[in-house]
């Protein structure tokens, strides 16, 4: 059965035209009674029954103690004051608070973590849940973040690019190219080609230099220019974009090469690196080799750790930018 957001978005459409796609991406993953990220049941991050995608932080807690090794070097060269405020940015399930956290006690900075998301998530020992983020603080967090802000989708017609919007084919939600947009920043391209813009990206590095934050570790789906398609997925699979809003999750790549420009731009030092590269340098071979595989548990954490680093996991996919300042 249909949940009440089709038929509104239907409604809509036919009221008013075809929805820009990142009013119907904002509709699909947060309306609040029938989003994807709604506040209902558990959280679509993980591995297990009832989860759609798994993120670094819910496959292995070892990627935690990675961020939390970049986020101590972050406190220590501020001069390791005697407080530290960590804000998380789209906290999800929490995994990466509760598992940093315990590396940064181990490593004995005085953190504490503010996961920001817009639902909370379970307790977190030295933390708290929030769902904006405060005015002011030292270092920033966002795991897979900003692809989960609602994106603008253009197609090329070979000469201009058209906005991509989702207008009606009798009841079944269908692509329509919008009006020319003015102000592309793309090259032209073959017609068919697609581009997308996070409208919500360079406001949110802006704010990470007025909170007067001195590092920031992002990482996402990235690549060095903007992404060429939006991508959406299902109980682990990949799913048409246009599937029952509410039901399928709906992500583009990062432009990091952008975000480490604008940055720079910012008076932050920026260092775009894979995640294989950024695991690498803190430790994961270590941790890799240290595991007892000849009990079940070991080897399910083997092949997870693996598939962190790995480029058929998510080694090479997700970037890391490291921002420090
Ligand atoms: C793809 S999930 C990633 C969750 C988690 N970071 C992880 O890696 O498992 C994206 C998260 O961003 C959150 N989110 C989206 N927009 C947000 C906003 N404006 N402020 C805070 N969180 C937001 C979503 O609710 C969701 O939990």
């Not at 961020?67 to 940015?89: N, T």
């Not at 900003?146 to 017609?157: I, K, T």
């Not at 480490?260 to 008076?267: D, K, P, R, T, W």
Request: aromatic share 10%.
């Amino acid at each position: 059965v249909a949940s009440a957001l089709v038929g509104r978005l239907r409604e809509r459409i036919r009221r008013d035209g075809p929805v820009p796609f990142r009013d119907w991406m904002a509709a699909a993953l947060y309306d609040p009674q029938d989003g994807f990220y709604a506040a209902r049941g558990q959280h679509p991050a993980g591995v297990g029954q009832g989860t759609h995608f798994a993120t670094s932080p819910t496959l292995h807690p070892f990627f935690a103690h990675a961020v939390a090794r970049e986020l101590a070097d972050g406190w220590k060269s501020a001069g390791s004051p005697p407080d530290w405020e960590v804000v998380e940015f789209g906290a999800g399930t929490g995994a990466l608070a509760r598992d940093a956290m315990q590396e940064l006690r181990r490593l004995q900075v005085p953190a504490r973590w503010t996961a920001v998301d817009v639902r909370e998530g379970p307790a977190i020992k030295g933390g708290r849940w929030l769902t904006e983020a405060p005015a002011a603080f030292d270092a920033a967090v966002a795991n897979e973040f900003l692809d989960a802000l609602p994106f603008d989708l253009a197609e090329s017609d070979g000469e201009a690019w058209h906005a991509l919007g989702v207008g009606l084919d009798g009841d079944a939600f269908a692509w329509r190219r919008l009006g020319v947009v003015a102000d592309a920043p793309w090259p032209s391209a073959p017609a068919g080609e697609r581009r997308a813009r996070i409208p919500g990206q360079r406001p949110w590095v802006d704010s990470l230099e007025a909170a007067g934050a001195r590092s920031a570790v992002v990482v996402d789906y990235g690549a060095l220019g903007p992404a060429k398609e939006a991508r959406a997925f299902h109980g682990h699979d990949f799913a048409d974009p246009l599937e029952e809003p509410g039901t399928v999750d709906l992500t583009c790549d990062v432009d990091f090469q952008d975000l480490g420009e604008q940055a720079a731009g910012l008076g932050f030092t920026a260092r775009v690196e894979t995640q294989e590269r950024f695991l690498l340098r803190h430790g994961v071979l270590d941790a890799i080799n240290r595991i007892d595989r000849s009990t079940l548990q070991g080897n399910s954490d083997y092949l997870r750790l693996r598939q962190l680093l790995l480029p058929t996991g998510f080694g090479t996919a997700f970037k890391v930018a490291v921002l420090s300042r």
